[in-house]
């Protein structure tokens, strides 16, 4: 609520929404091993696309996959 798909927020909503999946390492897991499973494609609804939570999510997801590759 608090971002409210403002843009000027953008930058600092970003840097929130990693914390709490930082701290959801359960769920992170969860939502990577689909990802290693084939396509995965969330469904929302945004009031724009350019500043979403998905857009983060995918961001971070996308960054760990080379990760767990690699281990």
Known sequence: KWF????VKWAEF?????AEL????LAVETALD???KGSV???HAAKGTR???ALVLRDYLE???PEEAST
């Open 22 to 25: 930082r701290d959801a390492p």
């Open 4 to 7: 409210d798909h403002d843009p």
């Open 41 to 43: 494609t969330p469904i």
């Open 34 to 36: 689909w990802c290693h």
């Open 63 to 65: 960054a760990r996959l």
């Open 14 to 18: 970003g840097r929130r929404y990693q």
């Open 51 to 53: 500043h979403t939570d």
